[in-house]
């Protein structure tokens, strides 16, 4: 029920969320569907969320003004430790890593783990992911801008 929460209130907060771009036009995003949705490789890889016997995560879909979707994904893992893990994953699985930063409190210890990468060769969409704790958020976009104005929100 928080997700749902969340999801609602990031939803409320982008409907009268814009942009601009380079011409000045406001870029305005639109909720167009939120679910859930199994990731049938990550389990395959031996990953399963907290509360379920596979890989499964929370997601919302936006729709920009300039015809460009993008998708919110986040869940829980049992331990920290599997949160990384899956981070590491996707990441190693990557065409490209165009940045990798960890957060780390006053002690030294890690806080928040966070990648940008290409998926695909092509270079079609970017991801942008990040752990904080046993929470794994990415975001999957068409532009770098908008993966960060979503994880901005998130």
Not at 46 to 63: I, M, N, P, R, V
Not at 91 to 120: H, I, M, N
């Amino acid at each position: 029920m928080p997700r749902a929460m969340a999801a609602i209130a990031v939803a409320l907060v982008l409907s009268s969320r814009w942009v601009m771009c380079a011409d000045k036009k406001p870029i305005t995003y639109q909720c167009v569907a939120a679910g859930e949705i199994g990731d049938k490789a990550a389990t395959n890889a031996g990953f399963h969320t907290t509360h379920w016997s596979e890989a499964h995560f929370g997601f919302t879909t936006y729709k920009a003004s300039t015809g460009d979707a993008s998708m919110v994904f986040c869940d829980d893992f049992d331990k920290p430790e599997d949160a990384k893990r899956f981070l590491d994953w996707k990441t190693g699985k990557a065409f490209k890593v165009l940045s990798q930063l960890t957060k780390k409190a006053a002690d030294g210890k890690p806080v928040q783990y966070r990648v940008e990468l290409f998926p695909e060769s092509d270079r079609s969409e970017v991801e942008v992911m990040w752990v904080v704790g046993v929470t794994v958020h990415w975001v999957e976009a068409r532009t770098l801008d908008d993966a960060l104005t979503f994880e901005k929100l998130y």
